[in-house]
């Protein structure tokens, strides 16, 4: 039975995150996640990238790996594709926006390796996807990635570093947040499995 590209879409953001089940993207995620404002840039900035890297990634492999039997570079030709596409995005915005290009500064340029995205792309080519499945795919795990990372922003901010042990400030309790953040995701795993 084939699985819907809704049911993909929303097995992506819940049940299998890219962030809280594989643990992919987690240098950025902990790195930018300090204030929610920066985490919802980089958040968006995720979504639009992984959505449209997924749907290039998907054609430039079946309309020109497969057929010219290069699959063996798909590692190296995704990351070219992805790299090409954040810098024309970085371009584009820098061109007609310069006030959103300045607000997002280095985040933009972290997005190239960010892992997630890599692995969104293999993912929907070892889970066999259609072209409408791996659209949603990747905007579904963008979209996780997006409420996983405003969820710790949030939290951090929420939380009084003085109140926790000198041990656990910062990247401690960073991953502590995020591991029972992961847990809570782990109650909607019975639902739709899609890996």
Do not use: D
Not at 79 to 104: D, K
Not at 134 to 158: N, P, T
Not at 172 to 187: C, D, E, K, P
Request: positive net charge; contains cysteine.
């Amino acid at each position: 039975m084939e699985l819907s590209s809704f049911i993909i879409f929303l097995a992506a953001i819940f049940t299998s995150n890219i962030l809280l089940t594989n643990f992919l993207g987690m240098c950025s995620f902990l790195s930018v996640s300090k204030e929610i404002e920066s985490s919802l840039g980089l958040g968006f900035a995720v979504v639009f990238v992984m959505t449209m890297t997924s749907a290039l990634n998907y054609l430039v492999y079946h309309h020109i790996l497969v057929p010219m039997n290069i699959v063996y570079l798909q590692y190296i030709i995704f990351i070219l594709v992805i790299a090409a596409f954040v810098q024309l995005i970085e371009i584009i915005i820098e061109r007609f926006s310069p006030l959103l290009y300045y607000s997002l500064g280095i985040f933009l340029p972290l997005i190239t390796v960010n892992c997630a995205i890599l692995g969104v792309s293999l993912f929907l080519i070892i889970r066999n996807y259609s072209f409408v499945q791996s659209v949603a795919y990747g905007a579904g795990s963008g979209l996780g990635w997006l409420l996983a990372i405003l969820a710790l922003a949030g939290i951090r901010q929420k939380v009084k570093e003085k109140f926790v042990p000198i041990g656990l400030r910062g990247a401690g309790l960073s991953l502590i947040i995020t591991g029972i953040m992961a847990l809570a995701f782990i109650g909607f795993s019975g639902v739709v499995i899609i890996q």
